[in-house]
């Protein structure tokens, strides 16, 4: 379905914005009335989970009611500040100084001991849970490496106690027994011409490693989705573009276009397929690789792409435009579950939203946690790289800063540099009034230094053969270079902005007719599940993946051990068996055998020059000057 372009003449609110907005226009301080609120309601999501799932969008007030809230300082034990079922508004957001480092954080579950862990897991729908083709499977043999490293770092930082999720699973379900929610909270913000409805969803837990095998766990929650509305003179709404919360992907590639024909909706209401545990969403129904970074790995990471750009770009091997995802060296790919088969909460769904706002109404103010609260919402486990760490609040980062996504909506989902669809005329004719202005302007300074340059060239020539004037005809020289140069790029640029106003009436001309751009073009990386061969994957292909990073390691011991004298050679076809046995399950070895010939010519041609360097050089040398008299001889037979 896709929505008409609005064509009625509005202020363009790219013109005339002072540097300074009135303070009441900030997002924080804004207000959301009747008409926001029916607003909401018009374009709330349907929001697909995946069977297994233990944990939905609540109400933050019966976590907050359930939780304690307490403090760790730096060196120093946690402790306690206010017990469960008494945290206040007053309490959770009093003004506090304390030394630096502190960390305030609720506290809404406990640890369970393995044997009640094994108890809840025999009574939930996780018990039904099937995992898809095993991850280790889905990726290379260097990804596998990647997450041993990363198993590594797990056991040796702060990490959330075993226990824990089920606990909270239990915590919650109890909860929903007395009175079943599912709740979203909302907010309205409008911006350059855009009204962003923002759908935020408060989880009780994070249990995307101890369910699903996933990357993380960690106590609460935030996810958030945008729908982009414009309003037309008459006050008519007009949806245009999405953009749904998702691990760490920002910017461009967290938006769809409203019209693009693969996004689900029902009605005006958009769909999205929610992550097993990790509460990513998305909007396609399927089975994502996410990839996360080995901790402390971002510089080998970099001189690993240059690598990868030598080799697809200097020498040719490869896509040199590939611009996927690297899940090869100190990446490690996880499996996230967004299947749908689940339970399904929304507008013509069994299970509907309550919806509470995060803004000001008419009858009653915002909840005091949202500006009051900076700690974090739950378990503090001193994790270095965070991922571990429950989050903050939907105002605040752990730091204690203001996320993106609250001041900057548009920003956040890249649409800050985007028009509203009904102003983008107005937008390209203004920027077609400042390319011929600039035509203008480069054509009269083009006029000034072809005239220059002129005079240049003729008292270079009247001094051409006076002794006495010969630094004076140097100065001359250089300076007709310099300004033969600038001349040139003024040229350049002037022909390269014709050809910009040409694409500008076509584009004017694509704007009259109605028609529009393909929606996926502002796409970098964007996220689509799994392909189904990834999903084929036999169980030998499992089985070896499971185990293909201990046997190496095992096959590393024993010849260091037992063939000392032979290490390298015994390494060397080591390594040459599993990586023909990877490419034979990927069916790759044809690229294998490239990639092993290519590999063998560089090192061969590097041992050539290592051992005969100085015959090489005098070789051609040789062949040069040969070559150099042959072509004189040639020209002079002509």
């Known amino acids: ?18 540097a300074e907005p009135p303070r009441d226009t900030y997002p924080e301080h804004s207000s959301i009335s009747a008409a926001d609120i029916a607003l909401l309601r018009r374009f709330e999501p349907i929001a697909c989970f995946t069977y297994g799932e233990q944990f939905y969008p609540m109400d933050v007030d019966r976590y907050l009611a359930a939780s304690r809230l307490c403090r760790q300082r730096p060196n120093d034990i946690a402790e306690e500040l206010v017990p469960r079922g008494a945290i206040t508004d007053q309490l959770l957001t009093q003004p506090r100084r304390d030394v630096p480092g502190t960390v305030y954080y609720l506290s809404f579950a406990d640890s369970l001991n393995p044997a009640q862990v094994l108890n809840f897991y025999r009574n939930s729908t996780l018990r039904h ?3 898809g083709s095993g991850r280790l499977a889905r990726v290379g043999l260097t990804a596998r490496l990647a997450d041993l490293l990363f198993s590594i770092t797990l056991l040796l930082r702060g990490r959330v106690p075993g226990g824990l999720a089920a606990d909270a699973a239990l915590r919650y379900q109890a909860l929903q027994a007395e009175d079943e929610r599912y709740c979203y909270y909302g907010r309205v913000v409008r911006e350059n011409g855009y009204v962003a409805l923002q759908y935020w969803f408060f989880y009780a837990f994070n249990d995307w490693r101890s369910s699903f095998n996933g990357f993380n766990d960690h106590e609460s929650d935030w996810e958030m989705i945008t729908v982009y509305v414009v309003e037309t003179a008459d006050g008519t709404p007009e949806p245009c573009w999405l953009a749904y919360s998702s691990h760490e992907f920002k910017g461009d ?17 958009p ?9 990513a969403n998305y909007f396609y129904r399927g089975e994502y690789l ?11 990471l970099r001189a690993w792409r240059r690598v990868q750009r030598f080799w697809r770009i200097t020498l040719r091997q490869g896509d040199e435009y590939s611009d996927l995802p690297d899940l090869g060296f100190f990446r490690i790919p996880f499996v996230d579950y967004a299947r749908g088969d689940g339970l399904c909460i929304g507008p ?36 270095p790289v965070a991922g571990e760490d429950a989050p903050a609040g939907p105002k605040y980062n752990r730091d204690g800063t203001v996320r993106k996504m609250w001041y900057d909506p548009l920003g956040w989902g890249g649409l800050d540099k985007v028009p509203p669809p009904h102003l983008v005329a107005t937008v390209l ?43 004076r005809s140097v100065d001359l020289q250089r300076q007709i270079r310099h300004t033969c140069a600038e001349l040139d790029t003024l040229k350049a640029r002037y022909a390269t902005n014709n050809q910009v106003l040409e694409s500008f009436d076509m584009y004017a001309h694509q704007l009259a007719e109605g028609v529009r751009s393909d929606p996926r073009a502002h796409l970098r990386l964007p996220q689509v599940p799994s392909s189904p061969a990834d999903l084929r994957l036999g169980r030998l292909a499992e089985t070896w993946s499971a185990l293909s990073i201990g046997l190496l390691l095992l096959g590393f011991g024993g010849i260091t051990l037992f ?31 490239r990639y092993f010939a290519v590999g063998m010519a560089l090192l061969t041609t590097l041992v050539l020059l290592y051992e005969f360097f100085w015959p090489v050089v005098v070789t051609l040398t040789l062949l040069a000057g040969i070559l150099i008299i042959v072509e004189n001889v040639r020209e002079l037979r002509v």
């Open 253 to 269: 590639d967290l938006r769809r276009r409203w019209d693009d024909p693969n996004i689900e909706r029902h009605g005006e209401h």
């Open 429 to 471: 004719e203004r920027q077609r009034q400042q390319r011929l202005a600039e035509q203008q302007e480069l054509q009269q300074h083009i006029s000034q230094l072809t005239a220059q340059l002129m005079g240049l060239e003729v008292e270079a020539e009247a001094i051409q053969g006076f002794s006495h004037l010969q630094q």
């Open 290 to 300: 996410p990839a996360a970074e080995v901790p402390y790995s971002g510089g080998l």
């Open 129 to 131: 849970f099937h995992a």
């Open 1 to 18: 379905m896709s929505a008409p372009t609005p064509s009625l003449a509005i202020t363009d609110p790219f013109c005339n914005v002072s």
């Open 271 to 279: 769909v999205i397929y929610v992550g097993a545990g990790s509460h």
């Open 563 to 593: 063939f000392a004298s032979a290490w390298g050679t015994g390494l060397l076809a080591l390594l040459g068996f599993y990586f023909f046995i990877e490419a034979l399950f990927r069916r790759q070895v044809q690229t294998l055998i």
């Open 348 to 383: 013509g769904q069994a299970c509907t939203w309550k919806l509470h706002v995060l803004q000001t109404t008419p009858e009653q103010p915002a909840p005091a946690w949202v500006d009051g609260f900076r700690g974090l919402w739950g378990l503090y486990t001193r994790d």
